[in-house]
């Protein structure tokens, strides 16, 4: 078993920047690709970014490439989701997800889930 639990959510005006914290527990981490997703009011769930367990490899969704930066530091058993440039559009809960596979985009892969956190942009 593996508990997430993200911090660093909340309320920013537009152009503006968060760092979201995600702490696992349970399980090793560095074995552990991770994940960020977000779903906004009466949207599906979208994938945001990923990162590998050793941190080589990244992906991005389009909305946010350039804005956002995902890092891991596995002494600390913590991913990083550092967003700039804030936009109205990014306003969602954010969830961060675990997997013992490749980083992948789809959610189903994962198979540890956050309880989330909400970043509101205003415009």
């Known amino acids: 078993q593996v508990q997430l639990v993200e911090s660093g959510g909340g309320l920013v005006q537009a152009g503006g920047s968060l760092r979201l914290s995600c702490v696992a527990s349970g399980r090793t981490f560095r074995r552990l690709a991770m994940g960020w997703f977000r779903q906004a009011p009466g949207k599906e769930r979208e994938f945001v970014v990923g990162?590998?367990?050793?941190?080589?490899?990244?992906m991005y969704a389009d909305s946010v490439k350039g804005r956002f930066t995902i890092s891991r530091d596995n002494a600390k058993n913590t991913v990083y989701l550092q967003m700039n440039s804030l936009k109205a559009e990014d306003t969602a809960v954010y969830y961060c997800a675990a997997t013992g596979g490749a980083v992948v985009v789809s959610g189903d892969e994962y198979t540890y889930w956050g309880q989330g956190t909400q970043v509101t942009v205003s415009s």
């Open positions: 990162i590998s367990w050793r941190g080589g490899t990244t």
